[in-house]
């Protein structure tokens, strides 16, 4: 259910074009407008779902944290060591 109303200016041109197409589609402009704009988010990395969001929150968070990286497949068992080692050399400077 459509609740928000958004205005913008456009040409003459670009409104009968977009009238045009919305008889010929036999559909309305904010249908159109609507389509376009969705579109447009997608592409260009606009999701805003609550997935996406939670994984730019995660992203951000860990480079202000930190984390462990490697390929070591025993990390988790050797973590609180690997840690302490960190924290003792990162606070050694």
Known sequence: MKTEVYSWRVSAEVKADLERAARARKTTVSTILDMAVCD???KS???????????????????CLGVL???NPRRAETARQT??????????R
């Open 69 to 71: 990286a490697g390929g």
């Open 45 to 63: 990395g606009g999701d805003t779902t609550e997935a996406s969001m939670q994984r730019r929150l995660h992203a951000g968070a860990a480079r």
């Open 40 to 42: 447009w988010l997608k």
């Open 83 to 92: 840690l302490r080692h960190r924290l003792r050399h990162h606070h050694a």
